[in-house]
């Protein structure tokens, strides 16, 4: 067998593969579609009256942290404590936040600490000041939905309940990079429904990732030893508590908001960290891959997580891969191939947008607009992930030496502004 006919079959097997996840994601997303009507229709639930401690950890935030504290104060839950820890910051957070509570006295907490990380802020917020039985975390440049914190505290009703990664959605935008970001969080966040039937969701991250506050204080908090203590602590509950008996959740109706980072290099380096991060909390916990203990899902250990590596493995082919359906392409005159690919990307795309409840109407026009476009916009995000994996390999030293910026924070720039939320 020559190089080119194993390539081409390496080439239909992986693509069998993602054809079979993706097919098992759409069909796992629609249970919790179906799951979640019967709570909504049929049980009709009442609002939640547990409490919610909202944790902003903030250094150099003075764009967008205030806009923050208003999205969260414009919540409709009744419960809610802000604690805003600013980390050192060395611009003018510290003045503005200081400013707000002159203006609006009682309404948050801010706790001002010498710069030591987003992972000992918050820690620092959950130990000693925090009083609610919930702990939601909100990145000081994002915002939430109106009905976010009483839909997410719905979702702890269930007392197995331990952890719930919020709906996040980038704030629209007409940059092409941002369109990008756009249609992947739209993507990976509908994956996020059926992960989440599944039990195999490990990665309760981002804009309002929330806990109980009992459950992270019984397991240590946060660790400072990596680049992604979101992700890391979401293991560290799932090592200590399992994932069958402690529930791992995803909140498709709790929406936040982010806005999307501006330049391609940004880019590489937030999906650096992110990817790089991932590898450090796979490394200290190796021991939850291929786990045969009763309290972990096999579904997650035996293959949700070795594929998350496997997906690494593929991901560093890609260039291979490209350049060998291209080459074909250009040999035989034959376009057919990379037409059906476009056609298929493009028809998987557009019945996601289609299925998706949480954006409104206005919202699906514009994005059926630019589905053109989007198999070029996905291989744009797929370079900047090849970009970042490389990157993490040339670190792969430090990663066996466990040597990392511990708990440092990594800023991409935003715009910051005033943002009209859909309804």
Sequence with gaps: MDFSTLLYYLIAGLSLINFVRILAMLVGSDFYDISHMRQTFLKKPRSSRLGISVIIP???????????VESILNNTHKKIQIIVVNDGSTDNTKARLRSFQR???GKITVVNQKNAGKAAAINRAVRYWATEHLIMVVDADSLLHP????????HFRNPRTIAVAANVKVIPTRSFLGIAQRFEYLISYRVKRSLSVLSAEYIIGGVGSTFRRKAILRCGLYDTDTMTEDIDLTVKLI????NRQ???AYAADCMAYTEHVLRFGSLVKQRFRWKYGRLQTFLKNRELFFSRQKRHAKILTWYQLPYALFGEFTLLLEPILVGFIIGVTIAFGDLSSLLW???IVSVFVLLLVLGEDTEPWSAKVLLFAYLPMVYVLMYILTAVEFLALIKSLRNIK????????????QHVERKGGTVTLPT
């Design 58 to 68: 903030a250094y150099n935030e003075e764009v967008g942290v205030i806009r923050t």
């Design 103 to 105: 203006s609006h006295p």
């Design 147 to 154: 009905d976010a914190l009483s839909r997410m505290a719905l």
């Design 239 to 242: 090592k200590h508590y399992g």
């Design 246 to 248: 402690g529930r791992i």
């Design 341 to 343: 690919v476009y056609a």
């Design 398 to 409: 430090n990663l066996r030496n466990h040597r990392t910026k511990h708990g440092a924070w």
